[in-house]
C-alpha cells in the first residue's frame, strides 16, 4: 500500500513514499539490498565526523536472534513487527572516542542516519519502522551493550505487506491519511514564533 505525503511543496519522491507501515510482506529481503541501506547510514553527516552509531541486526531466517530482538519490544510493537523480515536495534555511543567527553550530539546524528537509511529503504521498495517501544535496560542485557552505548530505537524493515493482515485496531491506523503540522508552525525567522516568510502563504 501506498501513502504519498501531501505535500504542500515539491519534494524528492523517495521523501514523499516513505512511511511506517506495520503490515509487512514475507518476502526476505535481500542481504546486499540490507548492506545498501546501512551503506546510506554510513555517509550521514555526523558531529566531529564521529559517526556515534551501531546497529544490531537481525534477519528472520536467523530465529534465535531474531527472537531476542523480538524479545525487547513492548508488547504492541512485538505484536505487528514479527512479521517485518528484518529487525535493527539502533544503538548510540555517548561520549566521543578521542577524549572521552560527552557527545550531546550523539542521538542526532544516529538520527540522522537511520534518515537516510530509511531513504534509500524506500528507494529500493523497501520500509522501515522506527520504534521508541522497547525495553532499553533489557536491550543492554541480552544484547551484551558496553558502558557508555545507548540503544535509542528498534526498527523494523521489510517489503510492503497487505493491510487486510493487521488486527482490526491497527488496520485502522494503516490506512489512516498521514497527517504533519503545516509548515508556518515551526518554520520561523527573526524571533520565536514569528513564522518565515519563506512558507507563509
Ligand atoms: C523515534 C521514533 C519512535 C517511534 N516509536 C514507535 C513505536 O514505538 N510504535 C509504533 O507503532 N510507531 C512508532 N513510531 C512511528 C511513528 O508513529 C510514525 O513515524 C509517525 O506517526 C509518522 O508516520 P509516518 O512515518 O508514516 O509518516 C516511531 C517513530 C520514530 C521516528
Redesign the pocket.
Known amino acids: 500500500m501506498q501513502?504519498p505525503a501531501a505535500n504542500d511543496h515539491p519534494i524528492h519522491e523517495h521523501i514523499r513514499h516513505r512511511?511506517?507501515p506495520?503490515a509487512f510482506s514475507n518476502k526476505p529481503v535481500e542481504r546486499t539490498v540490507l548492506a545498501s541501506l546501512f551503506e546510506a547510514a554510513r555517509w550521514a553527516p555526523s558531529s566531529s565526523n564521529e559517526q556515534p552509531w551501531a546497529f544490531l541486526v537481525a534477519t528472520k531466517d536467523d530465529h534465535e536472534n531474531f527472537a531476542k530482538t523480538l524479545g525487547v519490544l513492548v508488547e504492541f510493537?512485538a505484536g505487528w513487527a514479527k512479521e517485518a523480515q528484518v529487525l535493527v536495534i539502533a544503538v548510540s555511543s555517548l561520549t566521543f572516542h578521542a577524549n572521552g567527553t560527552p557527545n550531546r550530539n550523539a542521538f542526532y546524528d544516529t538520527g540522522a542516519a537511520v534518515a537516510l537509511l530509511s531513504v534509500e529503504a524506500t528507494a529500493r521498495g523497501l520500509y522501515v519502522?522506527?520504534?521508541?517501544?522497547f525495553d532499553p535496560v533489557k536491550t543492554k542485557q541480552v544484547f551484551g551493550i558496553p558502558e557508555g552505548w545507548e540503544p535509542i530505537?528498534a526498527i523494523a524493515i521489510g517489503y510492503p505487506g497487505d493491510p487486510e493482515s493487521l488486527p482490526g485496531h491497527l488496520r485502522d491506523r494503516e490506512v489512516a491519511p498521514?497527517t504533519r503540522k503545516p509548515l508556518s508552525e515551526f518554520v520561523m525567522s527573526g524571533q520565536w514564533g514569528h513564522t518565515s516568510p519563506i512558507v507563509s502563504r
Request: avoid cysteine.
Open positions: 501513502k512511511w511506517s506495520r510493537n519502522h522506527q520504534m521508541a517501544g530505537a498521514r
